[in-house]
């Protein structure tokens, strides 16, 4: 349970994000929780993928605002 603990902690948005926002989504199944490897928006109750337009079948679990990706150390 501490890694699922864990790593909900770091999906930190509450309720619904705001319309239209990209957004990265912490999923669970029967084999444990899992990060989408692509941004999501929450369109009128559904779960979307933010490229494609298709709906998640996933139960998203948590939200959280796109994090910066630094591309190697100087």
Known sequence: MATR?????EFDGAGEPPPGLAVEVLCEDHSGTYQLPFACRYVEGRWRNNEAGIAVEATVIGWRL???????AA
């Open 5 to 9: 603990d864990r790593r909900l902690a």
């Open 66 to 72: 796109p994090r910066v990706k630094h591309s190697g």
